[in-house]
């Protein structure tokens, strides 16, 4: 039996411990809400995030970040992206008072504002900066809602060590999802992250009752934009965007009512305000952070990214969604096949 320590209690770290706890590990998931932690280990219920749905009774739940990583040799961040470094900075307080080195494992998705940093950097600057090959990320189309009720589902783990992937392969897998081993670190994260801005343009369309060749486009012209970042900044293999992180992740984030940055869009897209969407949606729309980050990386290396930046000026400079549509539809012609 695996000690894991699971950081993080919303939706998606309520699902994957429960799912590791079915695995047959020790789990524990540390939130800084004691009712959540109390319903967790009370009920079995995480009601807030996860309605009409109830955790692995195995997995427990605490408030104090020692006894969550006592033993563990896993620890899996599933943090928003804004609280990652400051988690990680106490992580290695503790691990270094134990003088433990568990293998991190990264379910967040985003690019971190400012720094433009990666979770897999924050995690190496904060945690182990000198041991960076001890840092595996998961991605790839993957809801906590239809992970909760056990449907199918295929995602990737990557790492720059080989050995290390496949080790949470072979803990994280089961009969209802199955894990992919990829060398491609940055690629996976790039991927998984930068989807989040293109799922709120596709709810944007929606919201502005565009139909299906809109929605096939955009998300087209999206994934080539993700993959232009992810190769031309970030150094990635262009071939990890045609895989489950990439046009897979981008899919069911683009088409589904459970991802919040596609209601997020839908929202925007009828009219709503970014202040008055994210004040309502309960939880965290990590798209609308890292259209931040992705426009500052896309100006410093002068990337072409016109979907990205649309979004950007809607969320950001008040831009008229009607006259971001006609700027790129606008645009001088290009080339379909280019990095």
């Known amino acids: 039996m695996t000690k894991i320590a699971v950081l993080g209690n919303g939706s998606w770290g309520s ?6 706890a079915d695995n047959g590990n020790d789990v524990i998931l540390y939130g800084n809400i004691d009712s959540v932690n109390n319903e967790i280990n009370t009920s079995h219920t995480n009601t ?20 969550a990583l006592d033993g563990a040799e896993i620890v899996l961040f599933v943090l928003p992206t804004k609280a990652v470094r400051i ?37 190496t600057e904060e945690v ?78 929606v919201g502005k009752k565009y139909g299906d060749d809109a929605k096939a486009a955009l998300m087209t012209r999206g994934l080539a934009e993700i993959a232009r970042l992810g190769v031309n900044y970030f150094g990635a293999n262009p071939m990890t965007f045609s895989g489950l992180s990439g046009i897979g992740d981008l899919i069911v984030t683009c088409t589904s009512v459970n991802s919040r940055n596609w209601r997020a869009g839908k929202q925007i897209g009828e009219g709503k305000t970014l202040d008055y969407v994210l004040e309502n949606m309960g939880q965290v729309v990590e798209g609308a952070t890292t259209v931040k980050a992705v426009h500052e990386l896309a100006e410093e290396k002068n990337i072409d990214m016109p979907i990205n930046e649309a979004v950007y000026h809607v969320l950001y400079e008040n831009a008229d969604v009607d006259d971001e549509i006609k700027k790129m539809m606008g645009r001088s012609p290009k080339a379909e096949i280019r990095l």
């Open 87 to 123: 988690v990680a900075k106490n992580v290695r307080k503790v691990l270094d008072k134990m003088g433990a080195k568990p293998l991190l494992v990264t379910a967040t998705k985003g690019i971190e504002p400012g720094s433009k940093k990666l979770i897999s950097d924050i995690l």
């Open 15 to 20: 699902v994957l411990g429960s799912m590791l």
């Open 128 to 205: 182990y900066p000198n041991d960076g090959d001890r840092i595996v990320a998961i991605s790839g189309p993957s809801h906590a809602e239809n992970v909760a009720q056990k449907d199918l589902t295929a995602i990737a783990c990557a790492s720059t060590n080989e050995e290390n992937a496949k080790r949470v392969q072979k803990l994280f897998s089961n009969d209802y999802v199955r894990f992919y081993t990829n060398d491609d670190l940055v690629g996976v994260e790039v991927g998984g992250a930068v989807k989040n801005v293109i799922a709120i343009a596709a709810g944007i369309l």
């Open 48 to 67: 807030h995030y996860m309605k009409n749905w109830k955790l692995n009774p195995a997995a427990k739940a605490t408030g104090n970040l020692e006894e």
